[in-house]
C-alpha cells in the first residue's frame, strides 16, 4: 500500500508542474542555485528582457562557492538546499530560449516530497503501532493540498519538511526506549543530531521545531508521566543521551546565530513586520491559524474565477467542517482514554501546541507576524498528519484502535470516554470521504485553483497585449530583488510566448529608491527623457510618492482586472 501513496503523491504533486508561472522567491531559488546574483541586473537604466532575465540563463556557470558567496551576501537563508538544487539543474538542459526550465526547479522539491510519504508512514506507524494509522497518515500527506502547495514551489519547504518527520521519529522513538527504562541507542542519537543540524541548514524555520519538540516533552512529561513513578517528573531530562542531543542540536542552531541576526535586519524580512496599534493586525493572527489547519486536510476550488464553482467549494468545505470536525473530537476521546495509545496522542499534541505556542509568541511578543506565511506552519505538518491518521484509524474501526476496556485520562473527567457506540456506523465511508475530499483539493491546487500562485504574470502580459498600440516599457520601484524577480517573471511570460520577437518583447526600468520615496520618481522622469517615443509605458506595482511627469504621456483609462501580485497603470507616450 505505501507504493501506491508514494505513486499517488507524486501523481498529483507532477500534475501541472510547469503549467503555474514562477513567483518571486522561485526566482531567488533558480537565480542562486545557478551560482548567480542579481546584482548582475543593471538599475535606473532602460534594459532588455534579455538582459533581466540573464541570471536565470545557464552559461556562465555559476560554482558552489559561488552559491553559497550570493546567496548568504543578497538573501537570508542557509545554503544547503540551494546547493543541492545547484547540482540537480546541472542534470536538465535549458529551454530553447535559453533560460533555466522552471520544472526542472521545481521537480526537486517534489522529489523531496515523495521521500516524506514514507518518513510520514513512519512516524504514523511508531506514534500508533497501527499499519492502518500509519497508511492514513500517509495517504493523507499524498493528499493533502497544503503538502501540494508546498512541493511545487521551487523552494526549500520540502526538504525541511521531510528532516523534521524524521526529528520527530527520533523523538517518538525515544519517548518509547525513556517509558520502557531503557538508554537510548548511540545510533539514535548520531541520527537525530544529524537531522537536526541538516534541518537547521535547509531552513532557520527549522529551530522553531525543535523547540516544539522540548516544549512536547514538558508537555508529555507533566501528563503522562508513569505511575510509578516517585521523582519530580524534570528529572527524566537527566537521561544523559537526551541531554547530549540537546546540547549537540542546540550548537548546531548557534553556528547560524550570526546569520539569523543579520536576516533581521534585512529589507527582505519586513514583510512579517506588523503594527501593533492596529486593532485588526492582533485579531489576523487567529483567522491565519484557523485557515492554515482547514487547508491542511481540505480546499475545494475557492479561488476559480467562475464565481457559482467558488460559492459551491466554500458551502462543500463550511459543511465538510461541521460534519468532520465531531468525528474527529469522539476519535481523540477515545485515543485519549486509552493507556496504550495516550501517549502518542499527548506527545505529537504536545509538537503540535508546542509548534502553534513559539509561532503565536514571535507574531505577538516579537511583532513579526509569521503567521502571514502559511508555509511556515510546515514545523509541526508531520505531528498534525500523524494525529490525524490515528483518529481516522480509529473512526475506520468505530474505535477499534483501541481496547473496549478505557479509562479516561487521569487529568480529566470521565466526560473525556467516548464509548464505541457514538462512533457511525458508516465510519470507513466517512473516512474515505475525507481522503476523495482531500485528493480533489488536492487537485484543486494542482491547478491553481487553490493556493492560488501569489504572483501571476500571465493575465497581466494578456492585458498588456490587448491595450499596448507601441513598444512596451515597464518601470517599477525597486528596493530588493524581490521586484527584480516580479519583473522577471513578467518578461519571461513574453520571452515564452510562441509570437515573442524582439518587438515584442518589453523593456523595463527598475528604479531603485526607498518605499513611498520621491527618487524613483526622479529617476524615473530623467530615463524617460532619454527614451524614443513612441511607446507606452506601464508602470507596475509603482508605489513611490510621485508618477510621471513627462508632458507627452498620458494616462490611460482602461478596464482593468485584479491580478495577484501585480497592480498597474497605463500611459502613452507621443
Not at 501540494?148 to 525541511?160: K, M, S
Not at 491547478?447 to 502580459?461: F, H, I, S, W
Not at 498600440?469 to 530583488?481: G, K, M, N, R, Y
Request: glycine share 4%; aromatic share 12%; net charge positive.
Amino acid at each position: 500500500m505505501l507504493l501506491f501513496w508514494i505513486a499517488l503523491a507524486a501523481l498529483v504533486r507532477f500534475a501541472y508542474l510547469s503549467g503555474k508561472p514562477p513567483w518571486t522567491d522561485e526566482f531567488s531559488t533558480l537565480v542562486f542555485s545557478l551560482g548567480h546574483s542579481f546584482h548582475t541586473v543593471p538599475l535606473d537604466q532602460v534594459i532588455s528582457s534579455e538582459l533581466l532575465l540573464s541570471p536565470l540563463r545557464l552559461e556562465p556557470e555559476g560554482t558552489p562557492q559561488d552559491v553559497v558567496r550570493y546567496l548568504m551576501s543578497e538573501s537570508t537563508h542557509p545554503p544547503m538546499y540551494f546547493l543541492l538544487s545547484h547540482f540537480w539543474l546541472k542534470l536538465f538542459p535549458a529551454l530553447p530560449q535559453g533560460i533555466v526550465s522552471v520544472w526542472a526547479g521545481r521537480s526537486l522539491s517534489v522529489v523531496f516530497a515523495i521521500l516524506t510519504v514514507p518518513a510520514i508512514y513512519g512516524l504514523g506507524w511508531l506514534a500508533g503501532r497501527s499499519r492502518l494509522a500509519a497508511n492514513l497518515s500517509a495517504i493523507l500527506y499524498a493528499v493533502s493540498p497544503y503538502a501540494v502547495f508546498l512541493a511545487q514551489d521551487a523552494r526549500h519547504y520540502t526538504l525541511a519538511l521531510l528532516l523534521i518527520t524524521l526529528s520527530f521519529c527520533c523523538l517518538v522513538v525515544a519517548v518509547r526506549k525513556m517509558q520502557a527504562r531503557q538508554p537510548i541507542p548511540l545510533w539514535l542519537c548520531a541520527g537525530w543530531v544529524a537531522v537536526n543540524a541538516l534541518g537547521v541548514a535547509v531552513h532557520y524555520f527549522v529551530m522553531l521545531s525543535l523547540l516544539s519538540e522540548a516544549i512536547a516533552l514538558l508537555f508529555f512529561w507533566r501528563f503522562q508521566a508513569p505511575a510509578h513513578r516517585h521523582a519530580h517528573p524534570i528529572s527524566s531530562f537527566l537521561n544523559p543521551q537526551l541531554l547530549a542531543v540537546a546540547f549537540l542540536s542546540l550548537a548546531a542552531c548557534l553556528v547560524w546565530l550570526p546569520e539569523l541576526a543579520r536576516s533581521q535586519t534585512s529589507p527582505l524580512t519586513e514583510w512579517i513586520f506588523y503594527d501593533r496599534s492596529d486593532l485588526l493586525m492582533w485579531l489576523n493572527p487567529i483567522f491565519q491559524f484557523l485557515a492554515a489547519w482547514v487547508v491542511m486536510v481540505i480546499l475545494l476550488p475557492l479561488e476559480a474565477d467562475f464565481l457559482p464553482l467558488a460559492a459551491v467549494a466554500a458551502v462543500v468545505m463550511i459543511a465538510f467542517l461541521i460534519w468532520v470536525v465531531p468525528l474527529l473530537v469522539r476519535s481523540f476521546k477515545m485515543l485519549l482514554a486509552n493507556p496504550q495509545t495516550r501517549w502518542a496522542v499527548v506527545l505529537l499534541g504536545g509538537l503540535v501546541l508546542g509548534g502553534i505556542a513559539v509561532m503565536t509568541l514571535i507574531t505577538y511578543g516579537l511583532g513579526r507576524d509569521v503567521t502571514r506565511g502559511a508555509r511556515y506552519n510546515f514545523i509541526y505538518f508531520p505531528a498534525v498528519l500523524a494525529l490525524l491518521g490515528m483518529a481516522l484509524a480509529t473512526l475506520w474501526n468505530r474505535g477499534g484502535l483501541v481496547d473496549e476496556a478505557t479509562t479516561p485520562p487521569p487529568w480529566t473527567s470521565r466526560r473525556w470516554y467516548a464509548p464505541r457506540h457514538q462512533f457511525p456506523k458508516t465510519g470507513k465511508t466517512a473516512v474515505l470521504g475525507i481522503l476523495f475530499l482531500g485528493f480533489l483539493s488536492a487537485l484543486s491546487v494542482a491547478v491553481n485553483l487553490g493556493y492560488e500562485k501569489y504572483y501571476r504574470p500571465e493575465q497581466l502580459a494578456a492585458q498588456m497585449r490587448q491595450y499596448t498600440e507601441a513598444p512596451i516599457l515597464v518601470a517599477t520601484d525597486h528596493q530588493t530583488h524581490v521586484q527584480t524577480g516580479e519583473m522577471m517573471g513578467l518578461a519571461r511570460e513574453f520571452l515564452l510566448a510562441p509570437d515573442a520577437s524582439p518587438y515584442t518583447l518589453p523593456r523595463f526600468i527598475l528604479a531603485h529608491g526607498e518605499k513611498n520615496s520621491f527618487t524613483p520618481a526622479a529617476t524615473l522622469n530623467q530615463v524617460l527623457n532619454q527614451v524614443p517615443r513612441p511607446f507606452d509605458l506601464w508602470l507596475v506595482n509603482w508605489h513611490a510618492s510621485e508618477n510621471v511627469n513627462q508632458p507627452d504621456c498620458a494616462a490611460q483609462e482602461i478596464r482593468k482586472i485584479w491580478i495577484n501580485g501585480y497592480s498597474y497603470d497605463l500611459y502613452r507616450c507621443r
